[in-house]
């Protein structure tokens, strides 16, 4: 892909907070091959959150999207993170061992995705080895590169970043999606890895700010977060990276992929909820 992701400049200043999209993405590159219908393929997507957030650059925050889309290769995912029984050949790189890291890969969602939420296989065919290594060398690391200099960025000027990787998911856990199929989704899902990607007070805070709008949520479950929070998150060095699921049913039609006018005061609700980070040092207590 000749533009796997955009990144939109902070206006009026920059902030230490950054945001990031590696799942909106929807253009569909002609080397895909897939056999999967579109209207199954295109549930994969976090539809529509780049709109959700298209405000942030004017509030002096950088944002990062992934344009290529997560059924061809998933950004939120290590490159290690593998399905060796996809390829038609070898694979020479590294493949993930640690049993917690492969639980996606046992689902059909790691790096590159076997099968969709349902169950529906994406290929008809083997890929190579080859073909993966171009979407690796195109997509994941210009993208993890442009994610990891705005972080950069943000903790030189301020000395510290506060990191929202954004995301969506279905108001109810399909059967494959994650290890709780048929759980009914919160309406967000607020993950720091257990405490290790950001300082715990600073995810419950967020927490307490979108009750405080009306919004039921949950704390890493089922959602912890995965690769973009674990591999930018560091809170004993001021680095926070938290990864932010909100509710698909409070912005559009699941089926249709619409957007309601519900989506309107979703909208001014996130602004409201990084108004409060832009105004939150978590270094003070």
């Known amino acids: 892909m000749n533009d796997p992701f955009e990144l939109t400049a ?20 002609d080397d895909f091959r897939h056999a999967c219908e579109m209207p199954e393929l295109r549930q994969a997507e976090d539809t529509h959150v780049e709109k959700l957030y298209d405000f942030a650059p004017s509030m002096g925050i950088a944002w990062i ?27 020479r790189g590294e493949v993930e061992s640690d049993a917690k890291a492969l639980a996606k890969v046992r ?13 529906v296989p994406l290929y008809s065919r083997k890929l190579t080895a080859r073909e993966v290594e171009g979407r690796i060398a195109n997509c994941w690391r210009p993208y993890h590169e442009a994610v990891a200099r705005a972080i950069d960025d943000a903790h030189r000027r301020h000395g510290y970043s506060i990191h929202l990787d954004c995301h969506s998911m279905p108001a109810v856990s399909a059967p494959y999606s994650t290890d709780f199929p048929g759980l009914v989704h919160a309406d967000f899902v607020i993950g720091d890895r257990d405490g290790t990607t ?19 949520t949950s704390y890493n479950h089922p959602y912890k977060g995965v690769e973009l929070v674990r591999r930018y998150g560091d809170p004993a060095r001021d680095r926070h990276s938290i990864q932010v699921e909100l509710n698909r049913k409070l912005y559009m039609d699941e089926a249709t992929l619409e957007m309601t006018p519900q989506a309107a005061k979703l909208k001014t609700d996130l602004r409201s909820l990084l108004s409060m980070l832009l105004a939150t040092d978590p270094r003070i207590a």
Request: aromatic share 8%.
């Open 198 to 216: 950001a300082d715990p007070r600073l995810s419950k805070k967020i927490c307490s700010h979108l009750e405080s709008l009306g919004y039921t």
């Open 10 to 29: 902070p206006r009026g200043g920059h902030a230490p907070l950054v945001l990031d999209s590696p799942h909106s993405g929807t253009n569909y590159p």
């Open 107 to 119: 689902l059909g969602k790691g790096l590159v995705w076997r099968i969709t939420d349902n169950g």
């Open 65 to 91: 999207e992934a344009l290529f889309p997560r059924s061809y290769l998933d950004a939120n995912r290590n490159v290690t993170e593998i399905d060796t029984s996809m390829f038609e050949d070898e694979w």
